[in-house]
């Protein structure tokens, strides 16, 4: 053991001196057309294994390079021509450099592919899917493109029915996924009764979605983080666009400022008889907008750089009925904030978000009968993030965040008893995360979250270790390994069995329920088949404890609105990728099982669970600006609650009339028991053609989009009064045209 000790002294010894004759390169990689940063670019030292893709801001730090010698350095990115630099680095020194790379008309350039190979292999994220605005254009788009529908064709990735955006990940509920913009949360990110999102692909740059496992930095919820990074704006010259499809017409103001750049960003819904096909309603009037802005500031020396930006985000909902016996209903989001990003001299970033997000929610019942009800939420957030780069090439990364927290709902019961709860808290919470890179072979992320002063009275899990490794065993295939305990502390008054859910009101876990935890068990490989072809397997199991559920026995007002339920899911999930010049392919597969159990020990199939899902996609570039694209897929059926059969039921709603006896017969559905029934398999294809052409000084794109090619009678539902079959988007062909300036 002594000798052994030695021997790891002296190495520690060897790759400090050997350290002390590299430098480090950083910078940022740009669209040099727009000024826009490129996320996940690859720069690649020629002749070595040294390499490393840019952060989701397009920003890079490269130590340990070789100093004194005149290198070859080689940065690529998916649709864009590879660019080489030359560098000869001081010993110790840090070296910033701006890249600029040029659009090219392929899709792919061949280096790409080597450099993301050696790059990927510092890369530990289990069940993280990442997808850039390039990529979601190249997708069929249905009416038009929309993230959350397309997040849906990932393995993992579930629906509850092609007319709703919602999506479940790996048998959470729709409540345990976390949705960013720019690092602030959005707590309802779905226009139009969930059919559509509310995020506008227009002002998105980047896309990443953690299916489990994610890391320290991420919380706040059980199921997964989707993160979401809006565009800077163009910083060389001020253009414009205009989108029309068959339900929005959308547009985009972007330009340079005085060292930085802004965007504005605008969508307003059109039609409302393709929002009816979307809905199988025939008489409702949805209205929507949306808007978004962004303003950048970056100052650039020799060694350090500084960036500003300042953000905000506005959307509306609206479903105002005619008829006075049908209630309406509003909602809301309002979102700014402010971040401050610093390099500074010594391999250390800095950065710190100051955020407010509000969200608002009503139904007015008019003279039908529901009952009033109304959520406002507000949540004020600051986070400060710290990472430093070693020369060895490890990362050490801390951060904290304080957030203030209100949630308002108000309500009325059967008697007209109107009530409003109002909780009040703030969180203070702290991470810490170390990367082990410096070796080729194994790579680490292992770090703790720590929830020091937590929003839900009774939050046991204050602990949150996190790890995750990676091992290369060789250029071909990386085997991969996370695990993780999480947390949730707020969550919505919703029913996940519901169709179409139209009013989710938020709350803090209330202080009679202990605070919803899980723990991910996550195992993948990557194999790289060929330059072209790679193939990702993911097995994962999650255990879920005291998560929520709404108490269908609720009968006094005293009974409380939620009971704690358990759950548990797990499965495997298969992604083989072709990527070349001209083509892009991909086909999905998941083989999963999710479970709850209620607080009454009644073990059930949650709504979203359907055993195998099947998802493929091309996309072909003909050349001379068309492109055609394809998705085709197919779901086992998910569960449903059975109607055993009806009966006349006597309603006692006027007792002062001798007719009440023979007029308040209506029928009542008998129900088996929950979920035991399944749907029948769900199958689709969506084609797209796409052209993009030019007149005088605008640039023009004009797609056609067929759904549901084959016209499959998908059921959605059986309706409960009538046993009625209403089936789910019919053969719709669409078109959109977009012009740029």
Same mark, same amino acid.
Request: hydrophobic letters at 40%; proline letters at 4%; aromatic letters at 12%.
């Given at each position: 053991?002594?000798k052994?000790?030695c021997l790891?002294?002296?190495?520690?010894?060897?790759?400090?001196?050997?350290?002390?004759?590299?430098?480090?390169?950083?910078?940022?990689?740009? $669209?040099?057309?727009?000024?826009?940063?490129?996320?996940?670019?690859?720069?690649?030292?020629e002749?070595?294994?040294?390499?490393?893709?840019?952060?989701?801001?397009?920003?890079?730090?490269?130590?340990s390079?070789?100093?004194?010698?005149?290198l070859?350095?080689i940065?690529?990115?998916?649709g864009?021509?590879?660019?080489?630099?030359?560098?000869?680095?001081k010993?110790?020194?840090?070296?910033?450099?701006?890249?600029l790379?040029v659009p090219?008309?392929?899709?792919l350039?061949?280096?790409?592919?080597?450099?993301?190979?050696?790059?990927?292999e510092?890369?530990?994220?289990?069940?993280?899917?990442?997808?850039?605005?390039?990529?979601?254009?190249?997708?069929?788009?249905?009416?038009?493109?929309?993230i959350?529908?397309?997040?849906?064709?990932?393995p993992?990735?579930?629906?509850s029915? /092609?007319?709703?955006?919602?999506?479940?990940v790996?048998?959470?509920?729709?409540?345990?996924?976390?949705?960013?913009l720019?690092?602030?949360?959005? *707590?309802?990110?779905?226009?139009?009764?969930?059919l559509?999102?509310?995020? $506008?692909?227009?002002?998105?740059?980047?896309?990443?979605?953690?299916k489990?496992?994610?890391?320290?930095?991420?919380?706040?919820?059980?199921?997964s983080?989707?993160?979401?990074?809006?565009?800077?704006?163009n910083?060389?010259?001020?253009?414009g666009?205009?989108?029309?499809?068959?339900?929005t017409?959308?547009?985009s103001v972007e330009?340079?400022?005085?060292?930085?750049?802004?965007?504005?960003?605008?969508?307003?819904?059109?039609?409302?008889?393709?929002?009816?096909?979307?809905?199988? *309603?025939?008489?409702?009037?949805?209205?929507?907008? $949306?808007?978004?802005f962004?303003a950048?500031?970056a100052?650039?020396?020799?060694?350090?750089?500084?960036?500003?930006?300042?953000?905000g985000?506005?959307?509306?909902?609206?479903?105002?009925?005619?008829?006075q016996?049908k209630?309406?209903?509003?909602?809301?989001?309002?979102?700014?904030?402010?971040?401050?990003?610093?390099?500074?001299?010594?391999?250390?970033?800095?950065?710190?978000?100051?955020?407010?997000?509000?969200?608002?929610?009503?139904?007015?019942?008019?003279?039908s009968?529901?009952?009033?009800?109304k959520?406002?939420?507000?949540?004020?957030?600051?986070?400060?993030?710290?990472?430093?780069?070693?020369d060895?090439? $490890?990362?050490?990364?801390?951060?904290y965040?304080?957030?203030?927290?209100?949630?308002?709902y108000y309500?009325?019961?059967?008697?007209?008893?109107?009530?409003t709860i109002?909780?009040?808290?703030?969180n203070?919470?702290?991470?810490?995360?170390?990367r082990?890179?410096?070796?080729?072979?194994f790579?680490?992320?292992?770090?703790?979250?720590?929830?020091?002063?937590p929003?839900?009275e009774?939050?046991?899990?204050r602990?949150?270790p996190?790890?995750?490794t990676k091992i290369?065993?060789?250029?071909?295939?990386?085997?991969?390994?996370?695990?993780?305990i999480?947390?949730?502390?707020?969550?919505?008054?919703?029913? /996940?069995?519901?169709?179409?859910?139209?009013?989710?009101?938020?709350i803090?876990?209330?202080?009679?329920l202990?605070?919803?935890?899980?723990i991910?068990?996550?195992?993948?490989?990557?194999?790289?088949?060929s330059e072209?072809?790679s193939?990702?397997?993911?097995?994962?199991?999650?255990?879920?404890?005291?998560?929520?559920?709404l108490?269908?026995d609720?009968?006094?007002?005293?009974?409380?609105?939620?009971?704690?339920?358990?759950?548990?899911? *797990?499965?495997?999930e298969f992604?083989?990728?072709?990527?070349d010049?001209?083509?892009?392919?991909?086909?999905g597969?998941?083989?999963?099982w999710?479970?709850?159990?209620?607080?009454?020990?009644?073990?059930?199939?949650?709504?979203?669970?359907?055993?195998?899902?099947?998802?493929?996609?091309?996309?072909?570039?003909?050349g001379?600006?068309?492109?055609?694209g394809?998705?085709?897929?197919?779901?086992?059926?998910q569960?449903?609650t059975?109607?055993?059969g009806?009966y006349?039921?006597?309603?006692?709603?006027?007792?002062y009339?001798?007719?009440f006896?023979?007029e308040?017969?209506?029928?009542?559905t008998?129900l088996?028991?929950r979920?035991l029934g399944r749907?029948?398999?769900?199958?689709?294809?969506?084609?797209?053609l796409?052209k993009?052409?030019?007149?005088?000084?605008t640039?023009?794109?004009?797609?056609?989009?067929?759904?549901n090619?084959?016209?499959?009678?998908?059921l959605?539902y059986?309706?409960?009064?009538?046993?009625?079959?209403?089936?789910?988007?019919?053969f719709?062909p669409?078109?959109?045209?977009?012009?740029d300036?």
């Open positions: 053991m002594k052994l000790y790891f002294i002296v190495a520690i010894c060897l790759s400090d001196l050997i350290l002390a004759q590299t430098g480090t390169l950083r910078g940022t990689v740009e $669209d040099s057309t727009s000024g826009e940063a490129l996320p996940y670019a690859t720069i690649l030292v002749g070595t294994k040294i390499g490393i893709s840019t952060d989701i801001n397009g920003n890079f730090t490269l130590p390079i070789p100093a004194n010698k005149d070859k350095v940065i690529s990115y998916v864009y021509l590879s660019k080489i630099i030359y560098i000869n680095l010993p110790g020194k840090i070296t910033q450099q701006n890249i790379l090219a008309r392929l899709q350039q061949e280096i790409e592919a080597v450099g993301k190979r050696i790059s990927k510092k890369e530990t994220d289990l069940g993280l899917q990442r997808m850039t605005v390039k990529e979601l254009e190249l997708l069929p788009k249905g009416v038009e493109t929309d959350m529908r397309s997040l849906q064709l990932l993992g990735v579930k629906s029915g /092609d007319v709703s955006a919602r999506y479940y790996r048998g959470g509920g729709s409540d345990q996924n976390l949705v960013l720019n690092g602030v949360s959005v *707590y309802n990110p779905f226009h139009a009764m969930g559509f999102s509310v995020i $506008d692909p227009e002002m998105i740059n980047v896309v990443e979605l953690y489990g496992g994610y890391t320290a930095e991420y919380g706040e919820r059980l199921s983080i989707l993160n979401l990074v809006t565009k800077n704006g910083r060389n010259r001020f253009t666009s205009a989108n029309l499809s068959m339900l017409l959308k547009g330009g340079p400022i005085p060292n930085g750049s802004f965007i504005v960003t605008g969508r307003k819904s059109l039609f409302n008889d393709v929002l009816k096909k979307f809905t199988n *309603y025939k008489d409702a009037p949805f209205n929507f907008y $949306d808007l978004s962004k950048n500031y100052t650039k020396d020799e060694k350090t750089l500084s960036k500003i930006s300042v953000f985000f506005n959307s509306n909902d609206k479903l105002l009925q005619e008829s016996t209630e309406d209903f509003k909602w809301s989001n309002n979102l700014y904030g402010a971040t401050w990003f610093q390099a500074w001299e010594s391999p250390l970033y800095s950065e710190m978000t100051v955020s407010y997000s509000g969200f608002d929610a009503e139904v007015f019942p008019k003279l009968q529901a009952l009033g009800r959520n406002k939420v507000e949540d004020i957030t600051l986070r400060m993030d710290f990472t430093y780069v070693y060895s090439r $490890d990362e050490l990364k801390v951060g965040y304080v957030k203030s927290f209100t949630s308002d309500f009325e019961n059967l008697r007209n008893i109107k009530t109002t909780d009040k808290g703030a203070i919470s702290a991470y810490g995360k170390y082990l890179l410096r070796f080729d072979a790579i680490a992320d292992a770090g703790l979250r720590f929830n020091a002063a929003l839900a009774n939050n046991n899990t602990i949150e996190r790890i995750n290369n065993i060789s250029p071909l295939l990386s085997l991969k390994l996370a695990w993780g999480y947390s949730q502390e707020m969550v919505t008054l919703s029913d /996940d069995n519901d169709i179409i859910s139209l009013f989710e009101p938020w803090i876990i209330p202080s009679y202990t605070a919803p935890s899980a991910h068990y996550v195992a993948g490989a990557d194999v790289n088949l072209k072809l193939l990702n397997i993911e097995t994962y199991y999650k255990k879920m404890k005291n998560i929520t559920e108490n269908y609720k009968v006094n007002s005293d009974d409380p609105d939620l009971l704690a339920a358990s759950g548990e899911s *797990y499965g495997w992604l083989l990728q072709y990527l010049p001209r083509m892009m392919a991909s086909v597969y998941s083989l999963s999710a479970y709850k159990q209620s607080a009454d020990g009644w073990l059930y199939y949650p709504r979203y669970d359907s055993r195998h899902s099947v998802s493929v996609l091309l996309s072909y570039n003909f001379n600006n068309w492109n055609a394809a998705t085709w897929t197919l779901n086992t059926g569960p449903f059975q109607i055993e009806f006349d039921k006597l309603y006692f709603d006027n007792l009339t001798m007719w006896i023979f308040n017969y209506q029928p009542y008998i088996a028991d979920n749907l029948p398999y769900y199958h689709r294809l969506d084609l797209s796409t993009k052409f030019s007149i005088a000084f640039d023009m794109s004009l797609s056609v989009n067929v759904i090619v084959y016209d499959r009678k998908n959605f059986l309706e409960k009064g009538t046993g009625k079959r209403v089936n789910m988007l019919p719709l669409t078109a959109s045209l977009r012009i300036l």
